[in-house]
């Protein structure tokens, strides 16, 4: 095959995420929350392939339901292309195939690894060459989540979570998902969380004004100590997640009473993720969860950010 006909067709992979700790402080002007967040870049992910076009398109297929996923210039990996065109003056579009893996709307950033996907197969597509900063820069303003799409392993993340340095981890975490059929909104998660905080205010702890990971949590993934880390797992979104869709809390219990070390909302929600103490559980659980009816997956972390394949 030509060099030229090689770059016709890019593909990339980028990973969907579990915030293994999310701390919310204050609502801000910009309508954004200050967080803290550990992010760990998982083994669900997302396949985007990008072709040369005169138009900005999409198509979307995946191993999760993608009906919900918008197929005009609402989608996030358009967006991304498009804002990627503008920004260094490219003049041709591009048709971008979507191939799911990450739950729609189940709080593991499925559509922002779309995004950072899309931003590095179109600069390789394109020869636009962007330098990492500057992708960087443009992933923020897709979204919270999209700069650690692009950064992947595992990080920690400030700011409205965009404002990321990685984190040490050793070894391999193993996860087993379970996802619901309806997603959660995430600013109506936000919201709902807001309201929380405001009706219960007399009865818990002040939010801090400068959110920050739990230094416990960043010995655990330092130590690759699964058993350290389920100790200190803790999303300040999971309370919202739960009074929006209370059935949850039931499977959260069932989780961890059939061998999970620990379970926990993933981001906004509604997938859970349970910490497994190594392959060979997660396995397990992965199998008990699906006998009894729940969409189970196993998955495991860290794993790289969006890289072309
Ligand atoms: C829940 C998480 O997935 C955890 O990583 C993120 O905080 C959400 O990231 P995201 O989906 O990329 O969020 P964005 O698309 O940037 O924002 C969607 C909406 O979520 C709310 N939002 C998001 C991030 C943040 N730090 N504070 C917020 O209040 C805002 O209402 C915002 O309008
Ligand atoms: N490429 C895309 N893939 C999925 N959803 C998209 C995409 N582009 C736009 N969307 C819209 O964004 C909404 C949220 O999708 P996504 O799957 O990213 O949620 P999420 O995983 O909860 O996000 P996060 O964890 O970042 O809050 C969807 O309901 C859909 O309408």
């Known amino acids: 095959m030509s060099e030229a006909a090689t770059t016709d067709r890019v593909h990339v992979r980028a990973p969907g995420k579990i915030n293994v700790f999310f701390e919310v402080g204050d609502l801000e002007e910009d309508g954004y929350h200050d967080v803290a967040s550990a992010y760990q870049a998982v083994s669900a992910h997302e396949d985007v392939w990008a072709e040369a076009s005169d138009r900005f398109t999409v198509s979307v297929s995946g191993t999760v339901e993608v009906s919900g996923v918008p197929l005009d210039d609402r989608n996030l990996a358009v967006r991304a292309a498009r804002m990627l065109a503008a920004e260094t003056g490219y003049p041709g579009g591009v048709h971008l195939e979507i191939r799911k893996g990450v739950p729609v709307a189940g709080g593991m950033g499925g559509g922002s690894a779309d995004a950072a996907a899309a931003l590095v197969a179109c600069d390789a597509l394109w020869g636009t060459g962007l330098p990492s900063a500057d992708l960087h820069a443009l992933a923020a303003r897709l979204g919270a ?11 920690v993340g400030t700011g409205r979570g965009d404002e990321l340095s990685p984190a040490l981890a050793r070894g391999r975490f193993d996860w087993v998902i379970v996802t619901s059929g309806e997603g959660l909104s995430t600013p109506d998660v936000y919201r709902e969380l807001d ?16 959110p920050t990971v739990d230094p416990g949590v960043l010995q655990a993934l330092r130590a690759g100590d699964p058993t350290a880390l389920a100790a200190t797992m ?13 059935a949850l809390g ?8 059939m061998g999970a070390l620990a379970g926990i909302v993933s981001g906004s929600g509604p997938t859970l993720a ?36």
């Open 234 to 246: 803790r999303n300040d979104l999971q309370v919202a997640a739960l009074r929006m869709r209370p």
């Open 250 to 257: 039931a499977i959260l219990e069932r989780g961890e009473r």
């Open 274 to 309: 349970f910490l497994a103490e190594n392959e060979e559980s997660a396995i397990d659980l992965q199998v008990v969860l699906s006998a009894e009816g729940h969409e189970a997956l196993h998955v495991h972390g860290p794993v790289p950010g969006a890289r072309v394949r």
């Open 145 to 155: 989540d999209v700069p650690f799409a692009l950064l992947g392993g595992t990080a």
């Open 195 to 210: 309201r929380h905080r405001q009706l219960h205010a007399a009865d818990i702890a002040p939010v801090r004004r400068r």
